[in-house]
């Protein structure tokens, strides 16, 4: 199945995390900078068009501001982003051109796809590099981001672009052989999953937090990018980077790292931006009823279900919809704002102009812009 999968893939993002891009001092290895040029190299040479997510910034800026550890505060975060960001590409510019590969930076915050506009905007530029044979090199922007315009770490950064540039695979090079059934680190009876058809509560659970001292991400964090994915239709792998060749071994179907298979329904990438990549403004309660109606039967959210409003939003706003008990089952785009949902909440659609003095539609969340999760 893995080999049969991975003879369609054409495009491809691989994301490398800390702890495989830095040397045991915690700057840039460029042995494994080498290794990997090389293989994206071969990669292309057999039509695959590869985009990285990197991380590595910070800790390639860390030496420069003489910090013993990874920075704790954000301004030391941003000013070691700002002096290790350019470290960083000329490590990969250095390492990509000795293999006539040419190399282009792109520094990201959430906001630049949360709205719309700037999304396809950055769409459009990774496209044109691609086109053009060069690799694009992605980071969050972590010298000018603030907490709410966050990505997290760059695993989630990666299921991000996975969906943004349409790719069929997203790669996790990781310092850790994949997903085992426990912490292998803790527990020796650990097993390694080669395979996992569905993300569970009981897989999230039992990801462990960050392996390393240089990086943000741990097994839970691969875990979550690889179910916005797979939501998708998109597989994911998650694998040790720093084996012989292993990205290459990898896309030969060769059995390493856990594999996570594409969802049997796909959300389409207006749905998935909906759902994974908007930062919700707020909430809206429904009663079971709507929650029903909803989830079984693909209808849009009308006021006459709706119990109760959280926080503040503009029309147009991202929202979180949550049954009774608080638990969330669905994200979309409100045609209201929350004073305006506040006031029509419990009503029949046909009184909204009569209670507002206008009526935008029958619709708090059309259908079309309703994503169940």
């Not at 090079?173 to 009981?202: C, F």
């Amino acid at each position: 199945m893995r080999k049969e999968l991975l003879k369609k893939v054409k495009r491809i993002v691989v994301k490398i995390g800390s702890g495989v891009l830095t040397d045991e001092n915690g700057g840039v290895d460029p042995r494994f900078l080498d290794g990997l040029a090389a293989q994206v190299a071969e990669l292309s040479g057999k039509g695959v068009e590869v985009v990285v997510v990197s991380s590595g910034a910070v800790a390639a800026g860390r030496q420069a501001l003489g910090l013993p550890d990874r920075p704790r505060t954000l301004p030391q975060k941003q000013a070691a982003a700002a002096v290790g960001q350019s470290r960083l590409m000329r490590a990969y510019e250095e390492a990509f051109s000795s293999y006539d590969l040419k190399v282009a930076q792109i520094l990201l915050t959430r906001d630049d796809l949360a709205n719309r506009r700037r999304f396809q905007n950055a769409r459009g530029t990774l496209d044109t590099l691609l086109a053009c044979g060069i690799i694009p090199v992605i980071n969050e922007n972590d010298t000018v981001v603030v907490d709410e315009l966050k990505f997290g770490d760059n695993d989630n950064l990666s299921a991000l672009v996975t969906n943004l540039v349409e790719a069929q695979l997203l790669l996790i090079m990781t310092d850790i052989d994949g997903l085992y059934t426990a912490d292998p680190r803790t527990d020796p009876s650990a097993t390694l999953i080669h395979q996992v058809g569905a993300v569970t509560r009981e897989l999230e659970r039992g990801a462990g937090g960050s392996g390393t001292s240089v990086g943000t991400g741990g097994m839970a964090t691969k875990l979550a990018a690889a179910k916005k994915v797979v939501k998708s239709g998109v597989a994911a792998i998650i694998f040790a980077g720093r084996g012989e060749r292993t990205l290459s071994r990898v896309m030969q179907g060769e059995l390493l790292g856990t594999l996570f298979l594409p969802a049997g329904e796909s959300l389409n990438r207006r749905k998935h931006w909906i759902a994974f990549t908007i930062k919700p403004a707020g909430s809206i309660v429904v009663d079971a009823g709507a929650r029903d109606v909803l989830s079984r039967h693909g209808r849009s959210l009308l006021p006459s279900g709706i119990a109760k409003v959280e926080g503040r939003f503009d029309r147009g706003a991202c929202v979180r919809v949550l049954d009774t008990e608080g638990v969330e089952f669905a994200r979309g785009i409100t045609d209201y704002s929350s004073q305006e949902v506040e006031k029509i909440r419990g009503h029949q659609s046909g009184e909204i102009e009569q209670i507002l003095g206008f009526r935008y539609g029958d619709d708090v969340i059309h259908r079309d812009n309703l994503v169940l999760l």
